[in-house]
């Protein structure tokens, strides 16, 4: 999970493990690809807005790199509210999916088991 913001972090955490699933936290897109690298997870959740790397920055760095292509990547972001502005993010970005803010968590809860099972 990458998000700048703090609240965001720790309640993702919260929701996350208790659905079961192990959590890494990072504070930036920079911070995630290299966590990405050392530890392969399945599933990356990233904010667009985040300094140091775009969202979408670190969801096309994970689809390029031949040891990460496979991870899926759910982008979250409040920025695009038209259907044809989240479809060219997910083109742009590769990205499997992404979340609207504010999150709902059962929703994230959904996402993640559909790309994970």
């Given at each position: 999970m990458a998000d700048d913001n703090d609240q965001t972090r720790v309640t993702a955490f919260k929701?996350?493990?208790?659905l079961g699933y192990g959590v890494l936290l990072a504070k930036d897109g920079l911070e995630a690809f290299v966590m990405a690298k050392r530890y392969r997870p399945d599933l990356v959740l990233t904010d667009q807005l985040m300094p140091h790397m775009l969202g979408s920055r670190l969801s096309l760095m994970i689809k390029e790199d031949p040891d990460l292509k496979d991870t899926k990547v759910?982008?979250?972001?409040?920025?695009?509210?038209?259907d044809s502005e989240r479809i060219q993010l997910l083109r742009q970005s590769r990205a499997d999916d992404f979340l609207v803010k504010p999150i709902r968590f059962e929703k994230l809860g959904e996402i993640i088991a559909a790309w994970l099972d």
């Open positions: 929701v996350l493990e208790e759910v982008i979250i972001t409040a920025l695009y509210r038209k």
